[in-house]
């Protein structure tokens, strides 16, 4: 990594000082090396601002935050955000809501991902595909299973840093996965379906 780079880390308070060698010179450890590849998979992977990442840094480094705490300062800044094309319609929260109590899911209806989800249902409703909500509950079943993969991998990691930076590159990575095998999955049902019939 540039050296103007890592000037640029510290000054930002993304990285700590290194010890210094000389008056222009720093030494750096591999508590910093391991810091620099969080703060470039935030960056790089996870497409986060530089004080979006100080957040997520400040969670890090807090002891007293659960860890729960500290995955939900990284994940909620993951979420994609829908340009909402006026008030969702009081009918897609709703149908959230009850998503989210039908499953047992600890999570409220304001969270990042069900407010983008509620986005989503009324976008389907304004083009006139409302009726794909219902198979909301199979996409919630599948997301369980890869949640509970996710957290099962993500939970052998040792140190906050690297578990953080497995849940950034995971998540990022693993949305595009999903996407590329629910594509491949369907090209697999269709022809089993569709091939050779009008």
């Given at each position: 990594m540039?050296v103007?780079t890592i000037?640029y880390?510290?000054?930002e308070g993304?990285?700590?000082?290194?010890?210094?060698?000389?008056?222009?010179?720093?030494?750096?450890?591999?508590?910093?090396?391991?810091?620099?590849?969080?703060?470039?998979?935030?960056l790089?992977?996870?497409?986060?601002s530089?004080?979006?990442?100080r957040d997520?840094?400040l969670?890090?480094?807090?002891?007293?935050r659960?860890l729960?705490k500290?995955?939900?300062a990284?994940?909620?800044?993951?979420?994609?955000?829908y340009?909402?094309?006026g008030?969702?319609?009081?009918?897609a929260?709703?149908?959230?809501?009850?998503?989210?109590a039908?499953?047992?899911?600890?999570?409220?209806?304001?969270?990042?991902?069900?407010?983008?989800?509620?986005e989503a249902?009324?976008?389907?409703e304004?083009?006139g595909?409302?009726a794909?909500?219902?198979?909301?509950?199979d996409y919630a079943?599948?997301?369980?299973?890869?949640a509970?993969?996710?957290?099962?991998?993500v939970?052998?990691?040792l140190?906050?840093?690297?578990?953080?930076?497995?849940?950034v590159?995971?998540?990022?990575?693993?949305?595009?996965m999903?996407?590329a095998l629910?594509?491949?999955?369907?090209?697999?049902?269709?022809?089993?379906?569709?091939?050779?019939?009008?």
């Open positions: 540039p103007p000037k880390y510290v000054r993304l990285l700590p000082t290194g010890e210094l060698t000389s008056p222009n010179q720093a030494s750096y450890s591999d508590v910093h090396e391991r810091r620099l590849r969080l703060v470039r998979a935030l790089e992977v996870g497409g986060l530089v004080s979006s990442i997520v840094l969670a890090v480094d807090d002891p007293d659960s729960h500290v995955l939900g990284v994940t909620d800044r993951l979420v994609p955000r340009e909402a094309a008030e969702a319609p009081a009918a929260r709703e149908k959230v809501e009850e998503l989210i039908r499953r047992g899911w600890a999570v409220d209806g304001d969270h990042p991902a069900a407010l983008a989800l509620t249902l009324a976008a389907l304004r083009v595909h409302g794909f909500a219902e198979v909301l509950d079943a599948a997301a369980e299973a890869v509970a993969a996710d957290v099962a991998h939970g052998r990691r140190g906050r840093d690297d578990l953080v930076e497995s849940v590159v995971g998540t990022v990575v693993g949305d595009a999903m996407a629910r594509r491949l999955a369907q090209v697999d049902r269709s022809a089993r379906a569709f091939d050779g019939r009008e």
